[in-house]
């Protein structure tokens, strides 16, 4: 089975405007997503896929791996598909530019899902933690997810799901936002219009559940810190500094 990780990369970003050069611990953002990715020994190949020449040249630079989008893309399943079509691969990970605490055993775990799947009845693989906060469940930043008995993704939302009428017996996880696809079924998303769900949430996830597509998600314990605004950047050079 040949693995390889994508890492889509705009420079723009709507909350946080050119995060993945921003430095952190002496590294840009995006650098150091790269290096979590690569140092976890589980992809035949990573890559860095953009739109922007300086990311392509912050890669490269550090004999990285880089792709130059030859399009504009909606979402970053959409830009890596375009990396991908011609390469011989059977399952791409797509791991979010702005997540540099990526760590091995969550990717292990999401892999291990494909290696069980015989009869390839999952066509996406993605992650999910527990959230005890309050806070974050309300953080329409946080992505929540609630999932059927054999863990399979029902619904995505920014909003609180589910609805807690009786708060003793809500459970909340949050997505996080590391997609490992089926070549295939990868392909299959980017030929599908964007849907009312998508549009009005703002999440490519509610793409695959409109239309069909199997999303089984994955349990961690690992907390991903993912770099939304510039309080989160704040938060990421202290945990760099203290480790």
């Not at 792709?67 to 990396?83: P, Q, V």
């Amino acid at each position: 089975m040949n693995i390889i990780a994508m890492i889509p990369a705009r420079f723009e970003a709507s909350r946080f405007p050119g995060k993945l050069m921003k430095d952190l611990a002496g590294k840009s953002v995006i650098l150091r997503t790269y290096e979590a990715t690569k140092q976890s020994n589980l992809f035949d190949e990573v890559y860095v896929v953009t739109d922007s020449d300086t990311i392509f040249n912050e890669i490269t630079s550090n004999r990285g791996k880089a792709i130059k989008s030859k399009k504009e893309h909606e979402s970053g399943s959409d830009r890596i598909a375009e990396a991908v079509e011609n390469l011989e691969v059977d399952i791409v990970v797509n791991v979010q530019g702005d997540e540099p605490f990526t760590q091995t055993k969550p990717l292990k775990n999401l892999l291990e899902v494909f290696k069980k799947d015989i009869q390839n009845k999952v066509d996406i693989a993605s992650l999910k933690i527990k959230m005890n906060n309050l806070e974050e469940v309300n953080n329409p930043n946080n992505v929540k997810v609630v999932c059927d008995e054999a863990n399979f993704a029902m619904y995505f939302s920014r909003s609180p799901i589910p609805f807690a009428r009786d708060a003793s017996k809500a459970v909340y996880y949050k997505h996080i936002g590391i997609y490992a696809f089926r070549k295939e079924a990868l392909l299959k998303f980017t030929k599908l219009p964007v849907n009312q769900l998508e549009a009005a949430e703002k999440l490519e996830n509610l793409r695959f559940l409109a239309n069909g597509m199997t999303v089984k998600m994955v349990e961690t314990n690992q907390l991903a810190i993912g770099i939304d605004t510039p309080e989160d950047l704040e938060k990421a050079n202290k945990i760099f500094k203290n480790s």
